[in-house]
């Protein structure tokens, strides 16, 4: 069973980058499909990007052209670089893994999640 830890959150100002990393241990098996979701307290968590060990990604369309996706397989560790970050970025971002593929950016696919790690963008 895939273990999760995120780490590389922060504040930032606007127009800013963070890069997120996330670290799995445990089965690989576990981790087909790998992706970043993000919370506002009062609000619902939402799919942010997801990456399969194809390096096959998708985004949702507030991130597209400003933040990448990527992966190491051999390390099992998962990135998020997160460019030209707005207030509206402020979130908590969580990793999460699956076996199920094809990757999408539906919370219910993934049974595996991290602690999550904090990012405020101020303006």
């Known amino acids: 069973q895939a273990q999760l830890v995120e780490s590389g959150g922060g504040s930032v100002q606007a127009g800013g980058s963070l890069r997120l990393s996330c670290a799995a241990s445990g089965s690989s098996y576990g981790t087909n499909c790998m992706g970043w979701f993000r919370q506002v307290p009062g609000k619902e968590r939402e799919g942010v990007a997801a990456?399969?060990?194809?390096?096959?990604?998708t985004y949702a369309d507030s991130v597209k052209g400003r933040f990448t996706i990527s992966r190491e397989n051999a390390k099992n560790t998962l990135y998020l670089q997160m460019n030209s970050l707005s207030p509206d970025d402020t979130a908590m971002y969580y990793c999460?893994?699956?076996?199920?593929?094809?990757?999408?950016?539906?919370?219910?696919?993934?049974?595996?999640w991290g602690q999550g790690t904090q990012v405020t963008v101020s303006s």
């Open positions: 990456i399969d060990t194809a390096f096959r990604t």
């Open positions: 999460a893994a699956t076996i199920f593929a094809p990757c999408s950016l539906s919370l219910s696919q993934y049974n595996h």
